[in-house]
């Protein structure tokens, strides 16, 4: 027997209003909710905690940081997507297409991230020398100064060379994100462009836009970009959320081991530059090996569902 669904005829357009208030709602509560752990946990007062979010140093900061984004990654990436796929279907797992599918897929959406590495390291290179006429200077100080403390922050959580640091950083930097933001972006805001713009292909664009720029790092924006966008057509071709969110946490933990083996001393690669390419062969090869991939997974999915119908 199926659930009841509170709002079973709800338009496209409404829903994506809804979702959008949802996170502003959600962003506000989670983020007055870490504030309070800062508070009464932690024995911060306001100053200190908007400088340690600026510029954090300490043990004790790390500690708060990581409680931080934990508080607000579970409330704003997870238990929002499952609310909003609770209101509007009958399925949860459905509609957030949370379905099987086959390892291998899997496993080729990691490869995936490997295979892209140059062409998106080069999409970041170009992106980074973004520069802006003199009107529009102000808004380049302020993109830069986004992107300065989000750098601060990802040095500074990336900057361990314990185990538990290591492994603390897969959790909250590589796991949680991953499954939290694919649950968000792909298994509900996909699904709602999808819907409202009826295109599959403008969901996703979409999407992907969305995502880059609510990361608020403008000279990091298409590097992030392709990603949503290779994550978005992983999801189309496989009709599975799990094998985008492996690919989101491949690329993610990724970036997480090579810090960490760099600040032990066991590598000289610059985690940065890992996969970067100067030669303009490597990296349209590159692209071409990320696009036969994703050509052979579709086609071996069109052949599994022809098996199954």
Known sequence: MKRHVFFNETAPGVKVFILLLFFLLGMLFFSFAGVLYGVLISGNDLSSIQTIVNHPQSQADRSFLYAFQLINQIGIFFLIPLLFAYLFSSRITSYLRLNKTSLLFILLAGIIIFTLLPFINWIGQINQQMTFPSGLSRIGEWMKAKENQADTLTQFFLNVSSLKGLLLNILIIGLIPALGEELLFRGVLQRLFNEWTRSVPAGIVITAFIFSAIHLQFFGFLPRFV????????????????????????????????????????????????GSSSHFFFIILSLLLTLVLLLWMADQQKKRNKTFS
Not at 227 to 251: D, R, Y
């Open 227 to 274: 990603l949503g966008l290779i994550l978005g057509i992983l999801l189309e071709i496989t009709q599975s959320l799990w094998v985008p969110v492996f690919a989101h946490f491949v690329n993610n933990t990724t970036l997480v081991l090579l810090y960490y083996l760099h600040n032990k001393g066991l590598t000289t690669i610059q985690p940065e530059n890992f």
